[in-house]
């Protein structure tokens, strides 16, 4: 054993990553006589078609047997001892992230009874004590849903999400922030490492099963404080199979849930092309696979008040390949290439010139292997390297270089001139990562499954950024013409990982287990030299007249260096011997990634921002405002955002088939990272609100403050006691009916409550990253900005069902949300008329959470039907119908900043009914 133990320290120090994300899940159980004695020595033999080959192992003398870290998927387990009859269970469903378990009771041999076949396995997995939701394959390949990888996250237990219709793939996970969530495919971390979010997407038909981790994740998983979204994707197998699909919807199959007073124009679906095909099979049977995917989509459509003639097509390649595969009888390898082509052109606005609209082009390739290998029957050790890079561009979609130009004296705003933030941005990571699994039977008197691990990962994120093409910008406020002007600049971030991790399962006993776990995070952040940038061609960059000017900047080393623990507990007691009723409950402390987008602006020596207003009677433009350089500083003393997790949950299988749970979750979050200002003097103003009469007090700036990033607003007159938090309280009852019988159900319903003071307190979305904008760096931003977040919805209930075998062979699926609107706040424009000394500042009226967006009542069914062509080759033919009650439900304000008399007025709605039309190929 010495010697293992000397090779896993070597791979501490070798192989890492972010998060050691599961790709797998693993099976366990008891082998008892009729008696309920253990019996030890027992072979247990266990095969699926998503497994290159069988596995073995016999029972210890406790009569436990276990598979750790195998493929998801279904399972035949098979048992088998002298002088007993053979046991075999053929329905073992092995879920990601989750332990199967499988008990068996082998009967003394009987001539009449020569193998007993055992029913479903239990539902309940007495080891875990997260909250975790799983989506399989048989969900996933049925449920309507909007091609999107995160359409099922987004209606699991406990998710938000501050947009909604599946328009974005970002989501809240228990009250937290939309950049706290770890994303993960095949093992890889897509979180982007300046963007907090999913940057990498799936072909939806590639995947095999999904995990939505929100509660109670173990030490095996750090740099987040809301959820851990697990996707793994399909492999080849020991038959050749594969699909190719075509998804259709037209103008024509889509209906209208919105019209204007003022347009003719309703909804308009331009084009909606997408295909997928996948092949997969053997390259050697039982130890090589492959597998491989292309995805076509070409979408184009727009909402009320829009032009048809004018719609932009969108526009997705993606490709992926995947090898699997086997050497000896002990180790297992994967390996994958995954990339995607794009053109994303903004959406049509009638608030916006075409010139002013922009179009994002990128591609983002990405790959990575995996290595296996049991060392015993007790040991088994898991290593991966993985990487992703990207270029993406948010460039003129008119290509053009005028002047980008806002009118604020006008409702809603408009936009004409050219784009006003293009930008040219480039992203990496790279992902190393080792993990060792040990079972000791008896240490302690115990059964423990331990789980060490080393995990380490860089990343690197640098924009190039403009004023529109030729740094400046003009804007119209209270009859006057402005004119902003900064030099183009680059800004970004690298970042480096180390983390360190154990956690222990103890079985104490048939009833008790314990989930402990502590794990190491080591995290810096730099901000690197940049090239001092000016306006001039021939350009370095697509995005306008951009310029080396031969100078280089200092960049700052480890403005970021975080070092944390996290303590990890957790338990389940098995009401019932049988293991049908559980307690379970968990703490953990968690803290979150590190966002570059929250700490890489304002970069170092930053350029000079002026705000000029022309002079009517001179028609010169005069300075009225300037932020210099030495106004921004950097701050090495940024905490690490913290989040206490504590739940406490009841699970009941009701019976073989379905299971009832009820948890309640409590979450305290502080130190998130926003604006903090320090210093500078100030003039009380009072102003009376003009919708709600009250008499406030504005800040008018006579020394400017010193503006950095940290971990509280700042000590400006008002701020005492002024911290960013979040706080969550939620009770989750979800019911689940596992495939059988011709249909199975997921059902859920939270009730929660998520207040606080997020860094974009301003912002219709909850915590994204701050990057440049300024939101948050003027103390009048504070008022009234403490209450609900942006994403909290006291009531949702969703299901999802799938029906087999109906009348006339069809099939049925269906997707439901009835949930709480999400809130949002008026907010006030005031100082632009000379009433303070800085430019025109927001502030919001009430607190949020008096006013909401309408409720959520969305309902997505699909029939479909399979025909038999000859041997394995099959013809589906499906019919999806979106949005069945054609909601209208408005999902985004032009703004939220109002003048009296004037009304909120949405510009995205959900999509109206539509009818979607699937054929495929199938063997």
Known sequence: MPKYVAAFLVCILCLTSLVFAQTSGGIRGVIADADGNPLPGALVTISSKVLIGKRTTTTNE??????????????????????????????????????ANVPLTMKITNVNEAMTIVGETPLIDPTKSQ???????????????????WDLMQVSPGISVDTGDSQSSGMIAFGSGRTSNSWNI????????????????VNPDNIQEIEVLGVGAPAEYGNHTGAVLNVVTKSGGNDYHGAANFYYQSDALTGNNVTLPDSSYGFSRKKFNYATGQFGGPIRKDKLWFFGSIEYSRDGFAFAGNDPALTPIQKSDKYDAKVSGRVGEHNDFSAFYHNEIYRYPESTSPYSAQSALGNEIGNDPSWGGTFNSTISDKTLFEAAYSGWTSVDRWLSQANVQETPFTNYDVFPYT??????????????????????????DKFLGSQHEFRFGAQYGRGKAETIIAYGANGYWDYQSYGFQYRVVQAPYLYGGTGKELGIFLDDTVT????????????????????PDFKRLGIGTPSISPIGNVIETGETIPGHENLIDWNVVSPRLGFTYQVQKDGRSEIQGSFGVYYDHNVYGNWDAPAPQLPAITTYRLNPKTGQYEITDQYLPEDFTQNPS??????????????????????????????????????EILGGTYNPVPFVDPFTGKTITLLSIVDQPLLQKGNDPGDFPGSEGLKYFQKYHGLVFTYNKRFSK?????????????????????????????????TGSDPNNYINAVGRLQADRPHMFRVQGVFFHLPGDLQFSANAEFSSGRPYARQVRAGGDGLLNQDAIIYTSEPRGNLRFSPIE??????????????????????????????DQELFWTTQTLAPGEQFVPDTWVKPRRLQIRVALQF
Do not use: C
Not at 186 to 201: C, I, K, R, S, Y
Not at 657 to 674: C, E
């Open 638 to 675: 940024i905490k690490a955002p913290r989040t206490l997790q504590y739940s406490v949950g009841y699970n009941q299988q009701l019976n073989k088939d379905s299971a009832f749970g009820a948890q309640y979750v409590y979450k305290d979050t502080k130190d998130l990272v926003g604006w």
């Open 131 to 149: 909250l975790s939701t799983n989506y399989s394959n048989e969900i996933l390949k049925e449920i309507p849903t909007q091609r999107g990888m």
């Open 742 to 774: 011709n249909w199975s159900m997921n059902a859920s319903y939270t009730w929660s409550k998520s207040y606080g003071l997020t860094p974009t307190p301003l912002d219709q979305t909850q915590s994204s990253p701050l990057y440049g904008s300024r």
């Open 508 to 527: 104490l006993n048939h009833r008790t287990t314990l989930n402990l776990g502590v794990r190491f995070d080591h995290n810096t952040g730099s901000i």
């Open 62 to 99: 406790l009569g436990v047997f276990r598979f750790p870290s195998v493929p998801v998927g279904t399972y035949s387990a098979e048992a088998t001892l002298e002088g007993f009859s053979t046991v075999k269970a053929d329905s073992v469903e092995v879920k990601l992230g989750v332990t």
């Open 415 to 440: 936009y004409s001139g050219g784009l006003l933030y293009p930008y040219d941005y480039r992203t990496s990571r790279h992902q190393f990562k080792a993990k060792l699994t040990h079972y000791a």
């Open 858 to 887: 969305m309902v997505d069914l699909s029939v479909a039907r399979e025909f038999k062509i000859s041997g394995e080759w099959r013809l589906r033919l499906e019919g999806d119908i979106f949005n069945l009650l054609n909601s």
């Open 186 to 201: 095949d093992g890889v971390d897509v979180t982007g490492p300046e963007t907090g979010g999913a940057w990498l997407f």
